[in-house]
């Protein structure tokens, strides 16, 4: 592959590929900023990879209180899960366990969408009766007693089948330190970005995988091309001058908000330099045949 | 799109039923034909063209230039499109309306909005007895939509509402919201004996309460987004709806006299 080289930064002639995703966002108001976080952060924990979570999620931005259906302050979640059924599931049990529970909130539709899945119409249940239905126009609340005042959820929330799961970067470095570095500035430019989460850790994941595995219980494991230790040892993609790779993960609920996102991302890195940040910036994919969605680096050049 | 505009010649000498008089059943005809629509209900014969002289028009908007409280079922089962009357109008004006827009800038009759079940219903004067209340035999009222009232109204507003919601921001007479089943009702006006009697669910909300019945139970205050919401919802239909629901409230549930899952919020 023909790098191309942009203030110093080596960008592979190569492309993210993509898969579709069915995706959902909820809006969670609680009386103040710090709670509405705090439900936003722990409905949305354990959510990195459809593998081994069921559902992958995140925080897509802050919302004013001037701008929340009950006048508090809001953060907008994004859920992604690979089946309408899955991610049925998910929703109510994230929003069951960690949204119903956490103090003072509540839950709203956050997308407009032919299809729709339930939230309040089930989570109602626990009302025991003594759920109060409110409808107005089109929309459907419902109220349930709880110990602090009352759990207010919207009936039912958008679904879309047009969600994109899986666009991502590589980023590559000289060492750790710098490495880190560049995947934090491009995180922080890529979170900016409306409709897009990055779900994992900080939106930045270390451990990339590969598909398939020596061992017959693994379906992924770990993507030897791109360690630095195996140098050598395996048909390595990385040349000397690469110390540490990290990868950016993007899920969307359509296929610009990630070619927005990873425009963001490559911007910041770009910005950033060579000296202080990554050397090469790359992107998974497998060869283009399973994903139908692919976002060529070269086309998302600052 | 122009208007049908149908101008009031004089006072009518006998009630009039006006419920043919909607836009989807006046579109598409010509002059002659809506001047001949009989609108008598009596034996002396009347048609539209002998109360109103009438100007064509090519939109889904029907205009009454001047009104009567002789106007019977006016918009009534209406499904889309606009009716606007400026002046009063008798009985069951937006009776089992589904949809679109009623506008009387006057008064109504009694069994305004008698059971519509969607669309927006607006009275820019008082209205009579039994405000969206179900007719002999009906088990449900209104079943959704919107009714703003901006004057006072007679007794038992809200009767058997099922769904929807109803303001009214003047004064209201006895037992609004009797027998509710579900649905919302804002009074903001002075409110008659016994509010929500026998309501079964649903929210009342009142600025200035009489004293409640002992059926209704006091639950206190707690905290709760459903007033900010329908703050929020209520904003562009009535300023002081909207404030009554930002300021502090206190619920009292009932009435325990029926299912008692209704609740009636007062000011703090």
């Excluded at chain 1, 959902?24 to 409905?43: E, G, K, S, Y």
């Excluded at chain 1, 925080?59 to 899960?81: N, S, W």
């Excluded at chain 1, 109220?143 to 207010?152: A, H, I, K, Q, S």
């Excluded at chain 2, 679109?100 to 009579?128: K, Q, V, W």
């Amino acid at each position: 592959m023909r790098p191309m080289i942009k203030n110093g930064i080596r960008i592979d002639e190569s492309f993210a590929e993509a898969f579709p995703m069915r995706g959902t966002a909820l809006l969670i108001t609680a009386p103040n900023r710090r709670w509405a976080r705090q439900a936003a952060v722990t409905m949305t924990g354990f959510a990195t990879s459809v593998i081994g979570c069921g559902a992958e999620a995140g925080i897509d931005c802050d919302v004013d209180a001037r701008e929340t259906p009950d006048g508090r302050p809001g953060v907008r979640v994004l859920l992604f899960a690979m089946s309408s059924d899955e991610l049925q599931k998910q929703v109510v049990n994230r929003v069951g366990q960690c949204v119903l529970t956490s103090p003072g909130s509540a839950c709203f539709s956050d997308l407009v969408a032919e299809d729709h899945l339930k939230v309040g119409d089930s989570l109602r249940y626990f009302g025991d009766g003594w759920q109060i239905s409110k409808k107005f126009d089109d929309r459907h609340f419902w109220r349930v007693p709880v110990m602090d005042g009352e759990f207010l959820c919207e009936g039912v929330t958008g679904l879309t089948k047009g969600a994109v799961g899986g666009g991502n970067l590589l980023i590559m470095g000289a060492d750790h330190e710098k490495t880190l570095r560049a995947a934090e500035a491009a995180a922080d430019a890529m979170n900016g970005v409306r409709d897009v989460v990055l779900p994992f850790p900080g939106g930045i994941v270390r451990s990339g995988s590969k598909v398939g595995s020596k061992y017959k219980v693994m379906f992924a494991s770990t993507n030897d091309a791109y360690c630095p230790s195996l140098r050598g040892q395996v048909n390595t993609a990385l040349e000397d001058d690469i110390g540490c790779v990290l990868e950016i993960v993007i899920d969307g609920l359509t296929e610009a908000a990630i070619a927005d996102a990873m425009r963001a991302g490559i911007a910041a890195i770009v910005k950033l330099g060579p000296r202080a940040g990554a050397r090469r910036i790359g992107a998974g994919n497998y060869g283009g045949k399973l994903g139908p969605f692919h976002f060529h680096l070269k086309d998302l050049l600052p | 799109m122009k208007p049908f505009v149908l101008t009031l010649k004089a006072s009518p000498v006998q009630r009039l039923d006006l419920s043919q008089l909607l836009p989807h059943l006046l579109a598409g005809k010509s002059i002659a034909e809506i001047a001949a629509i009989d609108i008598a209900t009596t034996r002396e014969k009347v048609s539209v063209g002998d109360v109103f002289k009438v100007a064509a028009g090519d939109g889904d908007e029907i205009r009454f230039e001047g009104g009567s409280e002789r106007f019977d079922g006016i918009g009534r089962g209406l499904q889309s499109g606009r009716i606007t009357v400026n002046g009063d109008v008798g009985m069951e004006a937006g009776r089992q309306m589904s949809g679109g827009a009623l506008n009387i800038s006057g008064r109504a009759g009694p069994y305004a909005g008698s059971c519509m079940s969607g669309g927006r219903m607006e009275i820019g004067g008082d209205a009579g007895d039994f405000l969206t209340a179900p007719r002999e035999g009906e088990m449900q009222g209104m079943t959704g939509g919107m009714l703003v009232v901006r004057g006072s109204t007679g007794e038992r507003p809200g009767d058997r509402l099922r769904r929807g919601t109803i303001v009214i921001e003047g004064h209201t007479g006895n037992c609004p919201g009797s027998r509710m089943i579900a649905g919302t009702l804002v009074v903001l006006g002075r409110c008659g004996a016994h509010p929500g009697f026998l309501m079964k669910r649903g929210t009342i909300a009142l600025a200035r309460p009489p004293v409640l019945g002992a059926t209704f139970v006091d639950s206190g205050q707690f905290a709760s987004s459903f007033p900010g919401i329908f703050s929020r919802l209520l904003q562009n239909e009535s300023r002081g709806a909207a404030k009554l629901f930002r300021g502090s409230l206190r619920r009292f549930s009932g009435d325990m006299a029926a299912l008692g899952k209704g609740e009636i919020y007062v000011p703090a």
